[in-house]
């Protein structure tokens, strides 16, 4: 949305209308700056509400968060999970747009995704893809469609 004649920029950030101006806490184009200190903790906190059964996207998290432009440092910092420090964090919940397993870098842990997503009854086939229409969570209250 362009910025309007006084320089604010009526943008929607976690499903409500909010007024941003450009400066402190926002990017050049008037976007919420949402990575920063505390990011990881608040990725965490957004994937805890993903229920058992379901799973969500990078972006579908980066857009709670208030810009679905940090799917890859949504990734970064799943991939940088201290499972022992944050135990109850499900991270095999969260998959790519296209609904499949992403496997950069560690296959390991992507057949571990893929196994514990089948132990809360979401088939996965042999390509890492589920259907991602019948499992994505959808947020109480948030439209993500964009």
């Known amino acids: 949305m362009p910025p309007r004649a006084d320089g604010k920029r009526r943008d ?14 926002f990017m050049a184009n008037g976007e919420p700056r949402v990575v920063g200190p505390g990011f990881h ?16 996207t990078y972006g579908d998290v980066g857009t709670m968060l208030g810009s679905p ?14 499972l022992r420090q944050f135990p109850d964090v499900p991270w095999h ?7 499949t ?10 057949d571990l ?3 514990l997503l089948r132990a809360e009854g979401i088939a996965v086939d042999q390509t890492g893809r589920l259907d991602l229409k ?7 209250g948030i439209d993500l469609r964009g």
């Open 134 to 140: 019948s499992h994505r969570y959808s947020y109480p």
């Open 69 to 82: 432009r940090v799917a890859r440092q949504v990734g970064w910092a799943l991939a940088n999970l201290d």
């Open 12 to 25: 929607r950030v976690r499903g409500a209308p909010v007024e941003v101006e450009p400066g402190e806490g």
């Open 113 to 115: 995704q893929e196994t």
């Open 41 to 56: 903790e608040r990725v965490y906190a957004v994937v805890k509400l993903v229920p058992r059964g379901f799973v969500t």
């Open 101 to 110: 397993v992403s496997f950069r870098g560690d296959v390991t842990r992507a």
């Open 93 to 99: 919940r969260v998959v790519n747009a296209q609904g």
